[in-house]
T-cell receptor
Framework: KNQVEQSPQSLIILEGKNCTLQ??????????LRWYKQDTGRGPVSLTI?????NTKSNGRYTATLDADTKQSSLHITASQLSDSASYIC?????????????FGRGTQLTVWP | EADIYQTPRYLVIGTGKKITLECSQT?????MYWYQQDPGMELHLIHY???????EKGDLSSESTVSRIRTEHFPLTLESARPSHTSQYLC??????????FGAGTRLSVL
């Protein structure tokens, strides 16, 4: 069964600190992996998208890594800000269909305290 | 900021009523999607469309229906709302790199 597991389920850090969120997947075949940020009451917004051949990709203070061999990805947030408080969702796409079937994780709820 | 809009943002309605959730995008994307998301849970695909006059059911069985008469418009309809339909409904459109752009969602409560 294709699955996407994220950890931790929730995380609280102080403003200015760094943190790393984890994503393990069993989706096969694999096309790409995306990280989305979802603010409370809003729709998800894409942060990064990585294909099989990419190991790391950055978007400002967000850096995503991908190890396609171990089927693991991480999202590292540097110098956290209050506005980083949100749910971070890992999404994996398979290669099997025109639609690009997406498998969603349940997200990591990040809270940044002042 | 993606140009995809959902209305209403919040809807409280009684059992048995017919409702339509609106979704519009101005990016000219052919692919559009409807997801259902309960609090703290993952998104589940309930409908998708490849383009005008194309609609397909997603992975999660849903009593809702959709239509795609125009590229920019992808409304979702529930003929007879029930309390089990209470959830958040998210609409998205996808570009050629398969990045999906989401609307703000409609939070539906059926009493």
């Amino acid at each position: 069964k294709n699955q996407v597991e994220q950890s931790p389920q929730s995380l609280i850090i102080l403003e200015g600190k760094n943190c790393t969120l984890q994503c393990n997947y069993t989706v096969s075949p694999f096309s790409n992996l995306r990280w989305y940020k979802q603010d409370t009451g809003r729709g998800p917004v894409s942060l990064t998208i990585m294909t099989f051949s990419e190991n790391t990709k950055s978007n400002g203070r967000y850096t995503a890594t991908l190890d396609a061999d171990t089927k693991q990805s991480s999202l590292h947030i540097t110098a956290s800000q209050l506005s980083d408080s949100a749910s971070y969702i890992c999404v994996v796409s398979d290669r099997g269909s025109t639609l690009g079937r997406l498998y969603f994780g349940r997200g990591t709820q990040l809270t940044v305290w002042p | 900021e993606a140009d995809i809009y959902q209305t209403p943002r919040y809807l409280v309605i009684g059992t048995g009523k017919k409702i339509t959730l609106e979704c519009s995008q101005t990016m000219g994307h052919d692919k559009m999607y409807w997801y259902q998301q309960d609090p703290g849970m993952e998104l589940h695909l309930i409908h998708y469309s490849y383009g005008v006059n194309s609609t397909e059911k997603g992975d999660l069985s849903s009593e809702s229906t959709v239509s795609r008469i125009r590229t920019e418009h992808f409304p979702l309809t529930l003929e007879s709302a029930r309390p089990s339909h209470t959830s958040q409904y998210l609409c998205a459109s996808g570009d050629r790199e398969e990045v999906q752009y989401f609307g703000a969602g409609t939070r539906l409560s059926v009493l």
